[in-house]
Nanobody, 126 residues
Framework: QVQLVESGGGLVQAGGSLRLSCTASGRTFSNYAMGWFRQAPGKEREFVAAISRIGGTTYYADSVKGRFTISRDNAKNTLYLQMNSLKPEDTAVYYC???????????????????WGKGTLVTVSL
């Protein structure tokens, strides 16, 4: 089992920045590709970003490319999502996800995920 706990969400004005963190415990963090997903009110959960086990490869949804950066620190068992130039449409609950499969599988959606965090709310106001 892997336990994932997100933090760093909050209320920010459009154009602002936030950094989300996800701390993992239970199993060897570096054995898992990691990702961020989000779910806006009334919408399905969607892929945001993914990173390979050692952090050498990253993937992004087109909607966040150039604004968000995913990274990880395996020594600290922590995943990050730096979010810049935030827009109201980025408002959602953001979920951390772990997968035993390759990072590219994380990009395909929910079926590739083995563990989920409980989420952290990001609200972007005008």
């Amino acid at each position: 089992q892997v336990q994932l706990v997100e933090s760093g969400g909050g209320l920010v004005q459009a154009g602002g920045s936030l950094r989300l963190s996800c701390t993992a415990s239970g199993r060897t963090f570096s054995n898992y590709a990691m990702g961020w997903f989000r779910q806006a009110p009334g919408k399905e959960r969607e892929f945001v970003a993914a990173i390979s086990r050692i952090g050498g490869t990253t993937y992004y949804a087109d909607s966040v490319k150039g604004r968000f950066t995913i990274s990880r620190d395996n020594a600290k068992n922590t995943l990050y999502l730096q979010m810049n130039s935030l827009k109201p449409e980025d408002t959602a609950v953001y979920y951390c996800a772990a997968s035993r499969q390759a990072a590219v599988v994380v990009t395909t959606g929910l079926d590739g995920i083995d563990y989920w965090g409980k989420g952290t709310l990001v609200t972007v106001s005008l």
